[in-house]
């Protein structure tokens, strides 16, 4: 028989689990070869994991789109533009920092956890299913998004630092915020199957998305 599709398997996951515990007996399986039937109609979809390279390209594409949202926020504050045209307003300047420095890595994971998938995984035709092939669960979706972008966020909070006036060294800046990064490479290489860091933590992989248009 045909696989089904991650979503359709959940669905028929939760259909088995309500006929087990359903109050009616006569809602219940009345035979063994029934239930196993329905189990391997709920069987997750077999789809194959995504290769290092669309992977890559995926992550880079979401990167460099955060990265030109920061420039936006962040280059009429530092042009100075902001203050001719709002006049001398520090608390209005701060809060378009904060919102440039936290906001943007905020809203990346927020958008992952509403619709499941990166624009960049969109462009490739990706996305993130759990270590059973089902659809990953919006808390795995942003924890894992979380992570993946955790060197933005020390840049985030290496920028503001510096705006507050307390002086870092541009060496151990950059390794502050290449570290996270560096473990995350590093891990994919020695991984047997290619997963990154917080694909192992958070039990999930990227795979190429074969569903179908019915779905």
Request: aromatic share 8%; glycine share 6%.
């Amino acid at each position: 028989t045909q696989s089904r599709s991650s979503a359709a398997s959940d669905v028929y996951k939760r259909q088995v689990l309500e006929r087990l515990l359903a109050k009616d007996r006569g809602q219940r399986y009345q035979s063994y070869d029934e239930l196993i039937r329905d189990l391997e109609d709920a069987k997750p979809l077999s789809v194959p994991s995504a290769g290092l390279i669309p992977r890559g390209l995926a992550w880079l594409v979401d990167v460099l789109l955060l990265l030109i949202v920061t420039v936006v926020l962040f280059l009429p504050v530092k042009l100075g533009v902001l203050v001719e045209l709002l006049g001398n307003q520090p608390v209005l300047e701060w809060l378009i920092r904060l919102i440039a420095a936290f906001g943007i890595p905020a809203v990346a994971i927020s958008y992952q956890w509403l619709r499941g998938v990166t624009p960049g995984k969109e462009l490739f035709q990706l996305r993130v299913v759990d270590s059973h092939g089902a659809a990953a669960s919006r808390s795995q979706i942003a924890y894992r998004t979380g992570m993946q972008f955790l060197f933005l966020w020390s840049a985030s909070v290496l920028g503001v630092l510096d705006e507050l006036g307390f002086e870092t060294n541009d060496i151990l800046t950059s390794l502050i915020v290449m570290i996270p990064l560096l473990i995350e490479m590093g891990y994919v290489v020695i991984s047997k199957k290619g997963l990154a860091l917080h694909d192992r933590l958070f039990r999930t992989r990227v795979v190429l998305d074969a569903r179908d248009s019915s779905d």
